[in-house]
């Protein structure tokens, strides 16, 4: 057997494949946009709830409205009578104005 002489080995090339880094920065940017679709989506449903409770306060304080000004106008019609119902509207500065009637949409 001869000795032989070193040999200079050049390094082996280690090559990284990029489909890894790029799996990664994927699902990352999928997991964002899916959070936040999440959000929108929740905050979509919580507006449409939010909407659907001030239509149904807005119904109920329209027909306390309307109590109140058949109350009111009953309270005109005895003050004509009654002393002390005539004392309640000087007090409290009551007066019937009837409702304004709403304007006309023109249709085009």
Do not use: H
């Not at 080995?9 to 990352?28: G, H, I, K, N």
């Not at 959000?39 to 449903?45: E, I, M, S």
């Not at 027909?63 to 009654?82: G, H, S």
């Amino acid at each position: 057997m001869k000795p032989s002489a070193p040999q200079s080995q050049a390094p082996a090339e280690v090559r990284f494949s990029p489909f890894l880094p790029m799996l990664l920065l994927a699902l990352c940017l999928l997991s964002l946009l899916s959070w936040n679709l999440y959000l929108v989506v929740n905050q979509r449903t919580e507006g449409q709830r939010l909407v659907a409770q001030l239509d149904l306060q807005l119904n109920q304080a329209a027909k306390t409205e309307q109590k109140l000004q058949v109350i009111m106008a009953d309270l005109l019609e005895l003050a004509k009578q009654d002393k002390q119902a005539a004392e309640i509207v000087s007090r409290y500065k009551i007066a019937f104005t009837p409702p304004a009637k709403p304007a006309a949409v023109k249709s085009e």
